[in-house]
């Protein structure tokens, strides 16, 4: 039985004026004039984009968002107005009012990406912050250590709740252990069948399907498990590796919300699908050659599964028949696009969420 600590409100409000900069007081996270990043979202499908970053007044000075990294994006499916930020250096983010205004809800300078949303309640979030796990009963206000990793130098990657049993929640550790907890986080023990002997990226869960359990993991492919991670089976094997090179690289996972056979997967090979539940697979095809470029993120109209979203460095594409033909926009910004969403109950309006690139540091050496 692992104990708890609570955090006080008054440790999580001046953590939060921390956060907020109260020097410079603005959102933006140490910038005072709006970035050309944060988050966009489009009412028609990509053609148009409106930044969406306000996050409230402090001293008659706007705050913003626009200087977040923001890498996961997350609609509550109670309510999807609730839609929840992960990013790369400001912590944890939330909107009740569809994106129209911003609040963090933990503060992090660091990554916040395993972020897993109990099914039954909007007041319920669970938050892997290094090598923690941390839940929160009343929607992000105060937080509690329920799991703290035992082993230095190893960090919670990934955290989701069971969409069947909400006191089920199962975290991903850096080093491949899955860890489960059957109380709601007061008590965990490590699955003795591990996925992979690699970072488990992302637990992913069917809302349909009571047997659809998917381990995504940065280098070895992606994993399958039908009894909650008693068992797991491959699904990139060694032949599908050989005919799709690269796609046990860097996995984006999108299955279909509704048909649980049907799932999309962009990895350093491209983009492939498959219809029968991973034994089979087929490349998407796109307007570059397989291994020529990067996406950073993937969306999917969830009504229908053949108009499809992705992000690189420099573009955004979409198509509206399976990669039959593709449509290239600009990006709406300068920085790139790591997070796709699209709202569940409004298929029309997308979401993308942008990160400054990394700055490559010129050699003292170089005349440019």
């Not at 940065?218 to 797991?232: C, Q, V």
């Not at 799709?244 to 919300?257: N, R």
Request: charged share 15%; net charge positive.
């Amino acid at each position: 039985m692992i104990g708890s600590k609570k955090i006080s409100i008054a440790i999580l409000m001046f953590a939060a004026l921390v956060f907020m900069g109260q020097g410079c007081i603005t959102l933006s996270f140490g910038a005072p004039k709006v970035q050309d990043g944060g988050m966009y979202s489009s009412e028609d499908k990509g053609e148009d984009w409106k930044q969406k970053v306000f996050a409230g007044i402090v001293k008659k000075k706007t705050q913003t968002i626009s200087n977040a990294n923001i890498s996961k994006i997350l609609f509550h499916s109670l309510d999807s107005k609730i839609i929840y930020l992960g990013t790369t250096n400001s912590g944890m983010l939330v909107s009740s009012d569809s994106g129209e205004s911003w609040k963090p809800i933990l503060a992090s300078s660091g990554s916040v990406q395993a972020i897993g949303l109990d099914p039954t309640s909007t007041q319920i979030l669970y938050v892997g912050l290094g090598g923690q796990i941390n839940k929160s009963t009343d929607a992000g206000a105060t937080w509690t250590v329920v799991y703290t990793q035992a082993v230095p130098g190893y960090s919670i990657t990934s955290v989701a709740v069971d969409p069947f049993n909400a006191r089920q929640i199962f975290a991903g550790v850096s080093n491949g252990v899955i860890l489960k907890s059957d109380d709601s986080g007061a008590s965990w023990k490590a699955l003795p069948s591990q996925a992979a002997k690699a970072e488990i990226r992302d637990i992913i869960f069917h809302p349909n399907d009571p047997s659809f359990m998917i381990a995504v993991t940065p280098s070895s492919g992606i994993f399958k498990s039908a009894d909650r991670g008693t068992s797991w089976t491959e699904l990139i094997s060694k032949e599908t590796a050989a005919k799709f090179p690269g796609s046990l690289s860097a996995g984006l996972l999108l299955p279909h919300t509704r048909v649980s056979s049907t799932i999309l997967y962009a990895s350093a090979y491209g983009l492939m699908r498959t219809n029968d539940g991973g034994r089979t697979w087929d490349k998407v095809n796109l307007l570059t050659k397989p291994g020529e470029i990067k996406i950073l993120s993937l969306a999917a109209n969830p009504y229908d599964f053949d108009e499809i979203y992705y992000g690189t460095a420099s573009n955004f594409y979409k198509t509206f028949n399976n990669g039959n033909e593709w449509i290239t926009r600009s990006l709406p910004s300068s920085r790139q696009p790591t997070a796709l969403g699209i709202n569940p109950n409004d298929a029309g309006k997308i979401w993308m969420g942008m990160t400054k690139p990394v700055q490559k540091k010129k050699s003292p050496l170089s005349p440019f």
